[in-house]
């Protein structure tokens, strides 16, 4: 359900600094299927089993992220001239069932981005927008008592987008990638809410390019208090790590000219604020802000995300 974030100019760094494998170009360094920050607060519904049997709600993400920095940790460092924006608004419809499964309630959702990828690196331009990859997932909510839910998922990331091994820009990065995800929201008090989701992503190899993203874990969180019975305040932000090398055509990707292979792991640890309101009865709204630190092998940006949610019980 999630905007692929635009990494690209990583891909281009390894060709011209040296890289003589052709290929270069389309290597996928720092690419990932997650779109971090995604989820913040309530990022599950309290008191589970006392809901409808069936349920959907419609969910509309609007996301923005702007960098000009990317970070090379065995380059020493930033890269200049640089500048990537990335825009996306996700559709996501989220359905809840009365089935039970190992004493939770059985759901799933499905989220299809259009995306807008603005990319420039060392005077060279591209642009490209369109569907971007598609995101499936069963999910299973336990409910813990009415101050706390449980999950567990599979999310599932389809490569629909478009794609071309030709392109700085794409909206699609042209692999599956699945996501094994734990996630859980607490209200420790009245006014207090805390949520947080875990995922650790499997990518497959891409076929055009002959190049296989590493595993990454990574997280989501939210702490929030309410001010007034429909308005909260809090922060959010998300942690990445990737934990296995890159690699194309079999061997450890490492940049041109460096004596190590470093596999192009990348790293980042994101925070800042946000704002939660609650409107007719059920539906909600949120914004949400946070900027990048500590990041490796990824471009260090700023990231936006504003969320409409509106349930309905049939």
């Known amino acids: ?31 990932d299927n997650i779109g971090p920050g995604t989820d913040g607060f309530f990022m599950l519904p309290t008191d589970v089993d006392s809901l409808p049997d069936h349920m959907v709600a419609f969910n509309l993400y609007y996301n923005h992220y702007k960098s000009r920095k990317l970070n090379i940790s065995s380059l020493g460092g930033k890269v200049p001239d ?40 060392f005077g060279l ?37 478009e794609y071309s091994v030709d392109r700085l820009a794409n909206t699609s990065n042209n692999f599956y990638t699945y996501k094994p995800l734990f996630s859980f929201t607490w209200l420790p008090t009245d ?20 190049y296989k993203s590493g595993q990454i874990f990574h997280f989501d969180y939210s702490a929030s208090y309410k001010l007034t019975d429909d308005l909260m305040l809090g922060i959010n932000g998300y942690y990445l790590k990737q934990t296995t090398d890159d690699k194309q055509f079999g061997h ?33 709204a949120e914004i949400r802000w946070a900027r990048e630190l500590d990041v490796e092998n990824r471009p260090e940006g700023e990231m936006l995300w504003a969320k409409i949610s509106i349930p309905y019980a049939f």
């Open 191 to 210: 006014k207090t809410e805390v949520s947080m989701k875990t995922t650790y992503s499997f990518n497959e190899k891409n076929k055009d390019t002959d």
């Open 82 to 121: 640089v500048e990537i924006e990335s825009t996306a608004v996700i559709p996501r419809l989220d359905y809840l069932s009365p089935v039970r499964v190992f004493g939770g309630r059985l759901a799933g959702y499905i989220a299809q981005p259009w995306l807008k990828q603005e990319v420039s690196v």
């Open 1 to 31: 359900m999630h905007p692929n974030r635009a990494t690209f100019p990583l891909r281009l760094t390894l060709c011209l600094l040296g890289c003589a494998n052709a290929a270069a170009l389309a290597t996928e360094a720092g690419v």
């Open 252 to 284: 450890t990707v490492q940049f041109a000219g460096q004596d190590v292979d470093d596999g192009v792991r990348g790293r980042v640890f994101a925070i800042g604020p946000a704002l939660h309101f609650t409107f007719l009865k059920y539906a909600s």
């Open 125 to 161: 331009r591209d642009t490209r927008e369109g569907m971007g990859d598609t995101t499936v997932a069963p999910i299973i909510l336990w409910d813990m008592g009415k101050n706390l839910t449980l999950a567990a998922a599979l999310e599932i990331t389809v490569p629909t987008g």
